[in-house]
């Protein structure tokens, strides 16, 4: 079969963009430094500060980077397999403002000091219930128009819930601690946070990854994909569950971040043949590279305070998705 | 032994019985029309053999109860070609067809598929004579060739069974026929195929039996002119029809609508 290039040197060329603004990343800053002093700060050969600047205050935002952008990317690759729509995407259908109000629920009753769990944990129950609600309100061939419209009333609930915690927030400190949280940012973390969000966007990575050959199937359209002996209800389960640990947790460190889930994989598409098993990896790695890419340009802009990173994909991603709607103005849904 | 062997087959939704007291046996190498009014039951039919709805009865394969197999197994015995045409993305017409080589893959990730998947692919490309569409992407295809593409999809799978659901509803009548002419050859290869289609002159010629629904029952079976006389077509229709022949083949044309007794 004559193939543009395989999937594997795609997979190929996006890690080593990734490496490449991986190791930009890590050279910028108020100190910066040159991608030779970066390689010995990171393997510790380098001089005590040059580690320290490396590996304790870059590298967790860099790992960050990678861990949001994966599991937003393959999370809205997934949703659009399944939901068998290219506009389907964790921040559109609610489920990153669903994730958003479980975590800002306790901040507002300021009961993050109890566990560092709790926080997390939250964010992921919000958004296992609103994937699962979408899921039950759009199952029985919904049209796009449903779907869309079934993400925006979650996401306006989720909001307006927000809002009545910003309304009732006990002290001017828990507000600006929600707001300051909601627009979203990679920037001051530390390797706790990387290690909460680890395993659960690994886990939620793997269970999505896990359906891609179904999802290629499912293309086919149910009947014909469960004749084929796809488990349609083990495969809407994998999606569920893996996109709530993985758009959870990382909201849970990062905030909300939108509209990665739906860029990504609409710009990497065309290369993998309009494949949605094929897609996955690919757009978890350029979802990873478009995070952290989009993290290097809000420090090199010359703003009067640094742009948070939710604020920024926001501003690219939704002129993107108007410009999305236009096109496929006409077409067939 | 029959290769399919329907008994007794009922599919109700809730209070509403969509087929009622089914019965039927297909040999290999034999095509059966399925024929009838809209919503007599024809898609509810072959869903439910397909075992893609639930539904009380007996279904046999080759003397295998289909609910007993596993998913998997049921895949590789029984290829299903559904009415609505679901394919969403504009894949290339030669990964469509690959995707009836699903339920022989071992939880690969699609891109390593094995030399005989190759070959089967290749074969169904040949069988529904559309290698030369192969790099086309599906949302370059008219009705027609997209027709042909999803029926190589289903022969790629390489069942004993074909269930296929209104193929040739898109298609124009050259494909049309081009279409019968491919599920007869799929037939003299060996295989059973249970074809749903409206156009009676085309099931009248190329079905060796036919079997007429009418609000979910067997209204009538057997060789096509015994089930499409007058009398049943009219029952179950309410049209009257005009028929005759041409070099020793039967065509029929809906003439007027009639009232039903």
Redesign the interface.
């Given at each position: 079969?004559?193939r543009l290039f395989?999937?594997?040197s795609l997979n190929l060329a996006l890690l080593a963009l990734l490496a490449l603004a991986s190791l930009l990343s890590l050279g910028f800053g108020a100190a910066p430094l040159t991608p030779g002093e970066v390689l010995a700060g990171l393997f510790g050969t380098g001089s005590e500060e040059q580690r320290l600047i490396v590996q304790q205050i870059r590298l967790p935002r860099v790992v960050l980077a990678w861990l949001v952008g994966a599991a937003l990317g393959a999370t809205g690759a997934a949703l659009q397999g399944l939901l068998?729509?290219p506009l389907a995407e964790p921040g559109l259908l609610g489920i990153s403002a669903s994730a958003g109000l479980g975590a800002v629920l306790t901040l507002h009753f300021g009961v993050t000091a109890i566990s560092l769990w709790l926080l997390p944990g939250a964010a992921m129950l919000f958004a296992l219930l609103a994937t699962l609600a979408l899921y039950l309100l759009t199952r029985r061939g919904a049209s796009n128009l449903t779907l869309i419209l079934a993400g925006v009333a979650l996401s306006a609930l989720a909001g307006a819930l927000t809002s009545l915690a910003l309304n009732l927030a006990p002290n001017p400190a828990n507000v600006q601690d929600i707001v300051l949280w909601l627009l979203g940012s990679i920037s001051d973390r530390s390797f706790d946070d990387v290690l909460l969000a680890l395993p659960f966007v690994v886990v939620g990575l793997m269970l999505l990854l896990a359906t891609?050959?179904a999802l290629?199937?499912l293309?086919?359209?149910?009947?014909?994909a469960?004749?084929?002996?796809?488990?349609l209800a083990r495969l809407r389960g994998l999606i569920v569950l893996g996109a709530a640990l993985a758009v959870g947790s990382t909201v849970a460190v990062s905030g909300t971040i939108g509209f990665v889930g739906l860029v990504v994989p609409h710009l990497l598409?065309r290369l993998v043949?309009?494949?949605?098993?094929?897609l996955l990896v690919p757009s978890a790695l350029g979802g990873a590279l478009l995070v952290l890419v989009a993290d290097i340009a809000l420090r090199l802009l010359d703003t009067p305070r640094e742009l948070m990173l939710g604020v920024v994909t926001a501003l690219v991603g939704a002129p993107f998705f108007l410009a999305l709607v236009l096109r496929s103005r006409g077409a067939p849904g | 032994m029959s290769l399919l062997r329907v008994e007794g087959l009922e599919v109700r939704v809730g209070a509403r019985v969509l087929l009622r007291e089914v019965a039927l046996a297909l040999e290999a190498g034999e095509l059966l029309g399925v024929v009838g009014p809209n919503g007599s039951g024809k898609s509810t039919l072959v869903k439910a053999i397909a075992q893609l709805l639930p539904h009380r009865g007996a279904v046999w394969l080759d003397g295998d109860s289909l609910a007993r197999l596993s998913a998997r197994q049921r895949a590789r015995r029984l290829a299903y070609l559904g009415q609505d045409d679901g394919v969403r993305w504009p894949t290339s017409v030669a990964d469509l067809v690959a995707l009836g080589r699903h339920p022989w893959q071992s939880g690969g990730w699609g891109g390593a598929s094995a030399a005989r998947d190759r070959e089967a692919v290749e074969r169904a490309l040949d069988a529904a004579e559309v290698e030369a569409l192969r790099e086309r992407r599906l949302d370059t295809l008219s009705g027609g060739e997209r027709a042909r593409a999803r029926l190589a999809r289903a022969l790629a799978v390489e069942a004993p069974l074909l269930l296929a659901d209104e193929p040739i509803a898109a298609a124009d009548p050259r494909h049309q026929l081009r279409i019968m002419e491919l599920l007869r050859a799929h037939c003299t290869r060996g295989a059973g195929v249970v074809l749903v289609l409206h156009d009676l002159t085309l099931a009248s010629r190329f079905c060796d039996r036919l079997l007429l629904l009418h609000q979910g029952q067997v209204l009538a079976q057997g060789r096509p002119e015994q089930v499409l006389d007058a009398a049943k077509l009219r029952t179950a229709y309410g049209i009257e029809v005009l028929g005759g022949s041409h070099q020793g083949e039967r065509y029929l044309i809906p003439w007027r609508c009639v009232e039903t007794d």
């Open positions: 079969m004559r395989a999937p594997w068998r729509n891609a050959p290629e199937v293309a086919l359209g149910e009947a014909e469960a004749s084929l002996g796809v488990d598409r043949h309009h494949r949605p098993g094929a | -």
